[in-house]
């Protein structure tokens, strides 16, 4: 593995060096002159795809970089100014979004890390918000000839970026608001996006559930607006699939709810449970389920870094993950070094995507003139290209005895 990053690393910015960087430094210098745009960005949503999201400040326009001279320095190792890199920007200087976007910054530090010397040169551009200071830093990445922008946490710097990328190869972390009905297809050519995206997990749970043969499925659901998303996304893919919804249930984490649920579930002649809420609400109602009766969820509902005994109400209830937290003894997990300090869960996950960016970024590059991107197995599940999406494939999980692991079928 260490020998291939060697490889790539070595095609892709020895061929930059020669091509890549007049055109880009000439393109950036032209365009880093434009005026930003002065017309304020709607509040973004944050990327995190857990319960509690962020509204982005509204946008203002900079005069003036808010990039130091701390933060323009590479992670390992000095470039000259216009030299081809890999470009990341991230509102590191948010008071929002601040802290979760370091989380990224510390993911891709450690891709960069596992390459060592061989790893292309980097470097890390501050940005005050997701809109007039994202569209800043971009064009001046482009004037400093970067070969690649990594960026846009929200899905309103996602659109941005889509916006920018007529200059270089663009890889956001969120996917972009669609404002047409073609959506993607409307996209620029060089321009693709990755995300942590609860909606995909629903329905793959969706798709686990049809796959194993199940018809009917009773939904446990919370209130909280993301746990309707889950709902929503979930249902629309299983009834797609031919599936029956048998029962819906809100759950409120009240007293003399449980005793409902029962009685919801004794009626609803369902084979299958599908839980739409976060850790807490999903670890009251389980038990009040159908004792063997298999129940599906998304990676809101599991804590993978809880003990045995927080996650024993949970047991055997099966989910989407990446193998980040599943397959720690994966060869693509390993070869990534943990964070340094303790993060809240939510924060590694955006700590994994920060490696899978990295990753995808030099993928990106060395198949600029093929007609496919080959699949990649990243730490956040396996990555192929559909239009300008990167796919996440989950690993099946559950959990068995307290603890996440591999989902294994009874044989």
Do not use: C
């Amino acid at each position: 593995m260490r020998v291939q990053r060697q490889i790539l690393g070595r095609v892709i910015f020895a061929s930059l060096l020669a091509s890549i960087a007049p055109a880009l430094s000439a393109q950036g210098q032209n365009r880093a002159s434009e005026p930003a745009p002065a017309k304020s960005l709607p509040a973004a949503e944050a990327a995190i795809a857990t319960p509690a999201t962020s509204a982005v400040p509204s946008a203002k326009e900079e005069s003036k970089s808010p990039l130091t001279d701390k933060d323009a320095k590479p992670a390992d190792k000095s470039i000259p100014t216009a030299q081809p890199h890999v470009a990341l920007i991230l509102p590191l200087a948010s008071k929002t979004l601040g802290k979760v976007a370091d989380a990224v910054k510390q993911g891709f530090l450690a891709g960069a890390a596992a390459d060592g010397k061989n790893a292309p040169p980097h470097r890390i551009y501050a940005a005050e918000d997701e809109g007039g200071s994202l569209v800043t830093q971009y064009r001046k990445a482009a004037s400093d000839a970067a070969a690649i922008v990594i960026g846009g946490m929200t899905r309103d710097g996602a659109s941005i970026m889509a916006r920018e990328a007529s200059y270089l190869p663009s890889l956001a972390l969120n996917a972009p608001v669609s404002t047409t009905p073609a959506g993607d297809a409307d996209l620029p050519e060089r321009f693709f996006h990755i995300s942590l995206n609860l909606d995909w997990e629903a329905r793959l749970a969706a798709r686990a559930a049809a796959n194993d043969g199940f018809r009917r499925v009773a939904v446990i659901n919370a209130a909280s607006p993301l746990a309707k998303r889950i709902q929503d996304s979930f249902e629309k893919e299983w009834i797609r699939l031919g599936g029956e919804v048998a029962v819906r249930i809100p759950f409120g984490n009240e007293l003399g709810e449980g005793s409902r649920v029962s009685g919801a579930m004794e009626k609803a002649n369902a084979d299958a449970v599908f839980i739409a809420a976060e850790v807490r609400v999903a670890r009251f109602a389980r038990p009040y389920l159908p004792s063997g009766m298999p129940v599906f969820a998304t990676s809101l509902t599991i804590d993978p870094r809880a003990n045995a005994i927080e996650n024993l109400d949970l047991e055997s209830v099966r989910f989407m993950e990446m193998p980040w937290f599943v397959q720690p003894d994966h060869p693509a997990v390993m070869a990534y070094s943990r964070p340094t300090e303790v993060m809240p869960i939510d924060f590694e996950r955006l700590y994994a995507l920060g490696i899978d960016a990295w990753r995808v970024a030099q993928v990106m590059l060395a198949n600029q003139k093929a007609k496919s991107i080959p699949p990649l197995d990243g730490v956040t599940g396996r990555i192929t290209l559909d239009g300008h999406q990167f796919v996440r494939q989950l690993a099946a999980g559950e959990i068995r005895d307290g603890r996440p692991t591999l989902f294994k079928p009874v044989e």
